[in-house]
């Protein structure tokens, strides 16, 4: 009786407790502070993980702002990314098997799930889960469209609509809705995330040069000039700026000025070196980038898991706050506030505060990988709360961060995870659900004026998913008349996605007061000029317009228009705005097509064997390589950081004896390159064919001005078979000591081609 009666105190005391957390901040814990009122950085610490309330009260925000719980684990574990329906149900998106260990392994199981929270009493917390879909491997990307909710999972491009039909809370309907059976053998960490509806109504993702578009009861896929790049995380401002990151690279923000659609495009400026140094307020020893990566306190120095950003768009924080992108970075245990700022068409960024951060926490398992605007208008913040946030290639024996990890046994940490809400003082969250799937298309079109960008994003894809006509005259006249900017705004974008757009209204717009309502008429005029040919003269009498981001858009919305009269106009924008983003942007998409075209004419002379070897090692780069090394091999440097890794282009290892770059594919780099060192490692990719490698290689070596003799498959299995059962990277000394004799080759690293008469067949010679 006393064990039973002690049993039911100690539920009541976690009830009490939770009930107090529901309607109470959780306090912090003190920290000492420098004179500038900076946390002062905490070097010794216990790895050990803490429950939600305690690890909460390690959590730091400027003054006014706090974090509610809104759920944790046991209810969810590993959360990457959460979603939510035109009703206000939650999907979280749960990588279970990721980093189960120090080696990953297992993560290729089918044992992930995506859970259906709810919040049944309206006090904010989730408190009913339902495994809506098990039997994943690692999801990671959703998007809701209507009842169903489309999920992609890791290593398949297909997309696949998952729908409750009986109300049990259980997906029991599966649809394939995009299909491409290729697989991505890329890792985990290059692959494409997003799947997000942009107010244009297309749909992005990162990595892959596509677009989508719901058509019926499937997605089309538009391919793009080139990939967007971009790694875990994609988002998008007010009126549709898409922002990508790129961990790999580390680079925080990129492929902001235009939309991917005409070119992958960022400038040197956009931000500068002091953007990309980050401010934890606890020593972070486990970063993949080793020793350059920190500062002699053992604090990160710069960016390297850059992911999850936001705009808020939301209507429950401070007024100040609406429009700023808030970047995860979770090596570091912190989040970021940027301001942006628009000058003459060119958006720049920069830290929202000196030498601090937004949110920082001495809790060394807080790892926040993704944010968003909820249908509250809050902010919501994704924290995996794992121990390794790092893929297992760049943890294998031999590396920096392996020893670091088990040092502080942050192997022990799974299974666990939290979602939290920021709030303000004084700004209450809205306690009213959503019940869009449910209400009319005039109800629907009263949303296009909320405050909240999620009530106004939702409603337009509602609207563009029923295509009911009957809400047509509606939005005809809130495009034209309605004081509300984002309101017209939205409006213009759901009638051109019912196809009922005419010229009217169009016309109209372009004459708006409003220079965002121009813009916007001007991208929606590319659609337009399909079936009015006259909207490509309307279209160019626009570039003199006074506002630079309209006259941008101008330059952008012609450049695929044949037109005498589109490209006429281009020219004279050009020569008007040499210097300025539209001469930046012209001569970065005409300096692809050159690239582009050389690589064809080289591709056209090599054999026809060696032509597949290298379009197909196009591919593979594009989508993987230059994440680190730059679309155009010269390495990544925005804002004045150090390159990543080295350039490819003009390099004579690339060029040399390719003996050399197959171990390295094979098996991974680390250390010095050319005597300069580099914060990223050359991850393995030797689990890929050796048609995959060799194609990659030759491809590399026969672009940029690159000119080699091609790699072929056989030479890829002859020297993964001399490697034997080697697990560990090379470096670039130990490659420099082993003499090998290529065919075509002399022997020794990056050798000179064999003279003419040397022999057919080479051979040979292993220093190992």
């Known amino acids: 009786m006393k064990k039973n009666r002690k049993w039911i105190l100690a539920v009541l005391g976690i009830a009490v407790l939770l009930y107090t957390c529901k309607v109470a901040y959780v306090a912090n814990y003190p920290v000492e502070r420098d004179a500038e009122g900076r946390i002062k950085v905490i070097a010794k610490y ?56 120090v ?119 538009d391919s793009l000039l080139q990939a967007p790049q971009g790694q875990w995380g994609l988002t998008y401002d007010n009126y549709g700026r898409l922002f990508y990151s790129q961990a790999g690279a580390e680079v925080p923000a990129l492929n902001f000025q235009q939309n991917p659609h005409y070119g992958a495009f960022d400038i040197k400026d956009q931000f500068d070196a002091n953007f990309q140094a980050v401010w934890p307020a606890i020593a972070t020893p486990d970063v993949q980038g080793g020793l350059i990566r920190l500062r002699p306190d053992s604090t990160l120095n710069h960016f390297t898991a850059c992911n999850g950003q936001s705009i808020y768009r939301g209507d429950k924080l401070p007024l100040d706050a609406r429009g700023d992108l808030f970047i995860p970075e979770p090596v570091g245990r912190l989040i970021r506030r940027a301001k942006l700022q628009d000058v003459d068409g060119k958006v720049t960024m920069v830290n929202a505060y000196d030498k601090t951060e937004f949110i920082q926490s001495t809790d060394p398992n807080f790892r926040p990988v993704n944010t968003v605007t909820g249908p509250d208008g809050s902010m919501y913040i994704v924290d995996m709360y794992h121990g390794i946030i790092q893929e297992s290639n760049w943890t294998r024996p031999g590396s920096f961060l392996r020893p670091q990890i088990l040092r502080k046994g942050y192997e ?70 309605s004081p509300n900017q984002l309101a017209r705004i939205h409006a213009l974008w759901t009638l051109n996605g019912m196809e009922s757009l005419d010229m009217e209204t169009f016309s109209a717009a372009l004459k708006a007061g409003d220079p965002q309502i121009r813009k916007t008429a001007v991208w929606i005029g590319e659609d337009m000029a399909k079936q009015h040919p006259e909207v490509t003269d309307m279209l160019a009498a626009m570039a003199n317009d006074i506002s630079p981001d309209v006259r941008y858009q101008v330059s952008l919305s012609l450049r695929f228009n044949p037109s005498p009269k589109a490209q006429s106009a281009i020219a004279g924008l050009v020569a ?15 300096d692809n097509i050159k690239a582009k075209a050389d690589q064809l004419r080289a591709q056209a002379l090599l054999a026809q064997a060696d032509q597949k070897l290298v379009s197909d090692g196009s591919v593979i780069f594009k989508q993987l390589c230059a994440t680190c090394h730059g679309a155009d091999a010269k390495g990544i ?132």
Not at 57 to 72: D, K, T, W
Not at 171 to 180: I, P, R
Request: proline residues 6%.
């Open 46 to 101: 216990d790895p050990s993980p803490e429950s939600p309330q305690e690890s909460m009260r390690h959590i730091y925000m400027p003054q006014g702002y706090h974090l509610q719980l809104v759920a944790s684990e046991p209810m969810i574990s590993n959360p990457v990314a959460i979603v939510w329906d035109g009703n206000g149900i939650m999907y979280v998106a749960e990588m279970l098997t990721y980093m189960v260990n």
């Open 103 to 221: 080696d990953g392994t297992g993560e290729g199981a089918k044992l992930c799930t995506v859970k259906r929270l709810e919040d049944t009493n309206g006090d904010g917390v989730m408190d009913k889960a339902t495994v809506f879909i098990d039997s994943l491997v690692l999801p990671r990307m959703m998007l809701t469209i209507g009842h169903k909710l489309l999920v992609n999972e890791t290593n398949t491009y297909n997309i696949y609509s998952y729908e409750d039909t009986n109300g049990d809370g259980k997906a029991d309907k599966k649809v394939q809705v995009y299909k491409n059976d290729e697989p991505d053998t890329k890792n985990l960490e290059h692959q494409k995330s997003g799947l997000i509806w942009n107010i244009d109504n297309r749909i992005y993702v990162t990595v892959d040069p596509v677009r989508y578009q719901w058509k019926g009861d499937h997605l089309v896929a």
């Open 412 to 481: 022990k940490n799974i299974g666990r995870g939290r979602i939290y809400r920021l709030v303000y003082d004084g700004m209450k969250p809205s306690k009213t659900a959503p019940r869009l799937l449910n209400e009319t298309p005039m109800q629907l079109a009263n949303h296009l004026n909320d405050a909240n960008g999620w009530y106004r994003d939702n409603a337009q894809k509602e609207l563009v998913l029923r295509n009911d006509k009957s809400v047509v005259p509606t939005l005809k006249i809130m495009a034209t008349t």
């Open 576 to 590: 008007k705005y040499p210097d300025g983003i539209i001469g930046l942007s012209d001569k970065k998409y005409h």
């Open 637 to 768: 440097s925005i804002g004045g950081a150090a390159q990543p890794a080295p350039p490819l282009a003009g390099n004579p290892d690339v060029v040399g004896n390719p003996t050399k770059l197959i171990r390295i594919l094979l098996m991974g780099l680390s250390g010095p390159v050319g005597g300069k060192a580099y914060p990223d490692v050359m991850p393995a990719l030797g689990f890929n064919t050796d048609e995959y490698i060799a194609s990659a290689l030759s491809y590399i070596r026969n672009d940029f001005g690159n000119k080699a003799v091609t790699v072929k498959t056989a030479d890829v299995t002859r020297i993964r078979a001399q490697l034997g059962t080697r697990t560990k990277g090379f470096t670039m000394a130990e490659l420099d000591t082993m003499r090998t004799i290529f065919p075509g080759f002399r022997g020794g690293a990056g050798g000179a081609p064999r003279p003419a008469g040397a022999g057919a067949n080479g051979g040979t010679i292993r220093n190992q």
